[in-house]
């Protein structure tokens, strides 16, 4: 298709399960750019590398992942940040999308799944192994219901003005919805809901799908 190969780095303290995955990115066609062993090399050889998808464990000495999620998306909103953890557990899952993360899979995932989530989380899908999507949104669902704080509401600012056919593609991303599932629920390609999500995410100034969800559920589109 002419189209430059995804660039993908991969951080993980265990060198053998590293490699794995970097082979198996790269057979798959991504251009593995970088790979790290812990956090401090992770943070540097990404300012370096520059990719576009960062498949990072959690559990990595010198620095915590979650800090490294942090500080390089904080930095490049644009990077995409698939978490690929060992651990399940609901707190690690929190934690890594509040600092940024847009995907979490743990490593019982198969290879077809991770190559799978690597590419969603590319263009700005939420990934998540099942059963976790439905926490993530419980919990800005719970967030949600508990603005506004103490001080009172925040000053109104005007709200940015979606067309009728954006509204309803936000409607069903807060559903959980996959892409491929809203543009079979819409009759409209795969490209044409990616178009549009891309488009809200401009006119909200929001950085992925993760904060689109959130913004979709505080404003109760998803109940609609």
């Not at 970088?34 to 498949?55: F, H, I, N, Y």
Request: aromatic fraction near 4%.
């Amino acid at each position: 298709m002419g189209e430059s190969p995804l660039k993908v780095m991969v951080v993980d303290d265990h060198p053998m399960w590293r490699d794995a995955v970097a082979r198996d990115l790269a057979g798959a066609g991504f251009e593995v750019v970088a790979t790290a062993g812990d956090g401090e090399q992770a943070v540097r050889r990404a300012r370096a590398a520059r990719p576009d998808v960062l498949v990072l464990d959690l559990n990595l000495p010198l620095k915590p992942g979650v800090t490294v999620c942090r500080e390089l998306v904080g930095a490049d909103p644009s990077l995409r940040v698939l978490v690929l953890s060992a651990s399940g557990e609901h707190a690690d899952v929190l934690e890594a999308v509040k600092s940024g993360a847009t995907g979490y899979l743990v490593k019982s995932a198969s290879t077809e799944e991770l190559l799978d989530a690597v590419r969603r989380t590319a263009v700005g899908e939420a990934v998540f192994t099942p059963g976790l999507a439905g926490l993530v949104l419980g919990e800005y669902r719970r967030l949600a219901a508990g603005t506004p704080g103490p001080s009172g509401p925040a000053p109104a600012t005007p709200a940015p003005r979606l067309t009728e056919r954006e509204t309803e593609v936000l409607r069903l991303v807060a559903k959980g919805l996959s892409y491929k599932q809203i543009a079979e629920r819409l009759v409209i390609s795969h490209r044409t809901v990616q178009n549009h999500v891309q488009n809200t995410l401009g006119k909200l100034q929001l950085h992925n799908r993760v904060e689109l969800v959130r913004y979709a559920i505080e404003t109760g589109l998803d109940e609609d």
